[in-house]
Nanobody, 126 residues
Framework: QVQLVESGGGLVPAGGSLRLSCAAS????????MGWFRQALGKEREFVAA???????????DYADSVKGRFTMSRDNPENTVYLQMNSLKPEDTAVYYC????????????????WGQGTQVTVSS
């Protein structure tokens, strides 16, 4: 079992930045795929970013096209924590952001993740 706790959401003006954190506990963290999804009001849940273990200490990070160049995902394995640095935020980034974990290589498919955090609200004002 893995528990995920997100933090760092809030209200920010367009063009601003936020950093989300996700602390994981419960089992081996190093080889788990960790990711972020988001869901805006009235819309489908969508993939944001994920980092999957490749080999040794190498991870492959993927991003949704809508956030490439603005968002950066990172992992701190000793702290069992992942981060999502969000820069140049836009009103369309407004959503509840969920941290996810699982043993998956289909990183963009929400159904392949076994564990979900409770979500944290990000609101970008125009």
């Amino acid at each position: 079992q893995v528990q995920l706790v997100e933090s760092g959401g809030g209200l920010v003006p367009a063009g601003g930045s936020l950093r989300l954190s996700c602390a994981a506990s419960g089992r081996t963290f190093t080889t788990l795929t960790m990711g972020w999804f988001r869901q805006a009001l009235g819309k489908e849940r969508e993939f944001v970013a994920a980092a999957r273990w490749s080999s040794g200490s190498t991870y492959i990070t993927d991003y949704a096209d809508s956030v490439k160049g603005r968002f950066t995902m990172s992992r701190d394995n000793p702290e069992n924590t992942v981060y999502l640095q969000m820069n140049s935020l836009k009103p369309e980034d407004t959503a509840v952001y969920y941290c996810v974990a699982g043993r998956t290589i289909q990183v963009m498919a929400a159904v392949t993740y076994d564990y979900w955090g409770q979500g944290t609200q990000v609101t970008v004002s125009s």
